[in-house]
C-alpha cells in the first residue's frame, strides 16, 4: 500500500511558474508509471503528464513544452514542473501511481492561475 500527498499547489499569475511535488509513503523504485491528472471544475479527470519507471515520459498535448514531469525514486517523490502558465491550467491536481494490478491517487492540490 502507498499514499501519496501532493503539495505545492497555490495561486500564480499567467505566465508565472509552480512545481508541485508528490510524496509516496513507501518506494516507487518498481512502480511502473507515476503521473499527474489534473480536474477542472465541470470536467474529467485528464492525464497531465506521466513517468515510466525508466523515465519515459508522456505529456498532453496542451502542456508539452511548458510542463516537466519527474520522479525521485530515492527520496520517493514525484514533481510537477509548471511553466509559462495560463489560466486554463486551473485545476485540482492528483498525483497517480499504477502498480499493476494497483493503482494510488493522492488527495489533490489545487493550482488556480489567475491575474
Not at 4 to 15: A, H, N, R, T, Y
Not at 57 to 68: E, I, L, N, Q, W
Request: aromatic share 10%; net charge negative; charged share 15%.
Amino acid at each position: 500500500q502507498v499514499q501519496l500527498v501532493e503539495s505545492g499547489g497555490g495561486l500564480v499569475q499567467p505566465g508565472e511558474s509552480l512545481r508541485l511535488s508528490c510524496a509516496a509513503s513507501g518506494s516507487i523504485e518498481h512502480i511502473y508509471v507515476m503521473g499527474w491528472y489534473h480536474q477542472a471544475p465541470g470536467n474529467e479527470r485528464e492525464l497531465v503528464a506521466s513517468i515510466t519507471y525508466t523515465g519515459g515520459t508522456k505529456y498532453a498535448d496542451s502542456v508539452k513544452g511548458r510542463f516537466t514531469i519527474s520522479r525521485d525514486n530515492v527520496k520517493n517523490m514525484q514533481y510537477l514542473q509548471m511553466n509559462s502558465m495560463s489560466p486554463e491550467d486551473t485545476a485540482d491536481y492528483y498525483c497517480y501511481a499504477h502498480d499493476p494490478p494497483l493503482e494510488y491517487w493522492g488527495q489533490g492540490t489545487r493550482v488556480t492561475v489567475s491575474s
